[in-house]
């Protein structure tokens, strides 16, 4: 058994064997810490139940497909208070518990959809030796959760397109910070409606005088609906204000240039 820099391993897990193929890098990894904690009490136990092979997809090695054989253990849980009475070694920052591949493989490819998209992530990700798919790209991206972006004040909502003259969806900027507050499935007004219901700090609102997510939408956030706030409309002929993604594309506009609109 050996350890190697050029494949980190948690604590405690060493690799057996590595087998070369012709599609990559086939790794034999074991675990010889001799305890392993309860997932459900945290009782330490070193009562062996028996082992199974688990393979997971790990980070390419130079272009190389790596895979990992674990041998993964079942303890006993010696604690008479615990419902659970065998239980399967966690890897923590490592793997979850039913996941195909690594954690950090996993990483790679979130950060390849973030950076390019579904379909040219997974062009990249081929040339990089992961292989994957774009929807597994976009269910990466998809599961990521949610920043917590604070209270908005000046919301800037317009259309985009998931996929050109196909699937539209909605896309809220903070018209103060610039950034993406979040993107909606659809552009149907009771969506977005919903959304601003649940910010209840939103002040003002800005749209695209073409924007589908339009009057109705914004009749869920307005001062008589819910008497908070002020709702603003931008006609497409005022040029001199942002629409949110006008917004994203030139980000020398300052905030303030957002707050120079005609409320109504
Ligand atoms: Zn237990």
């Known amino acids: 058994m050996e350890k190697t820099p050029l494949l980190p391993l948690p604590e405690g897990m060493l690799i057996d064997q590595i087998q070369i193929t012709a599609t990559g890098l086939v790794i034999a990894v074991v675990a010889t810490h001799p305890t392993a904690c309860c997932p459900l009490c945290a009782f330490a136990s070193s009562a062996m139940h028996s082992h199974y092979r688990r393979v997971l997809r790990d980070a390419p090695c130079a272009g ?9 253990r079942k303890f006993y849980c010696r604690n008479p208070l615990c419902e659970r009475k065998i239980f399967t070694e966690r890897l923590p920052q490592f793997a979850e518990p039913w996941a195909r591949m690594t954690m950090r493989h996993c990483q790679q490819i979130t950060d390849i959809g973030l950076a390019t998209s579904g379909k ?125 993604v006008g917004t994203m594309s030139s980000r020398n506009r300052g905030c303030k240039q957002s707050r120079r609109v005609r409320e109504i």
């Open 120 to 244: 040219c992530g997974a062009r990249l990700a081929a040339r990089l030796g992961i292989q994957t798919t774009r929807q597994t790209i976009l269910s990466r991206i998809m599961l990521l959760p949610n920043v917590l972006t604070g209270s908005v004040l000046y919301l800037g909502i317009d259309d985009f397109a998931f996929r050109r003259g196909g699937w539209f969806g909605t896309i809220l900027v903070n018209l103060e910070s610039h950034k993406v507050v979040d993107l909606l499935p659809d552009r149907q007004a009771g969506t977005a409606a919903r959304w601003m219901r649940h910010h209840p700090d939103i002040m003002v609102v800005s749209r695209d005088g073409e924007s589908r997510v339009c009057k109705s939408c914004l009749s869920g956030c307005s001062p008589g609906h819910s008497g908070r706030g002020q709702v603003s409309y931008r006609a497409k002929s005022d040029r001199s204000y942002p629409t949110p």
């Open 64 to 72: 190389r497909r790596v895979q990992l054989c674990l041998t993964v």
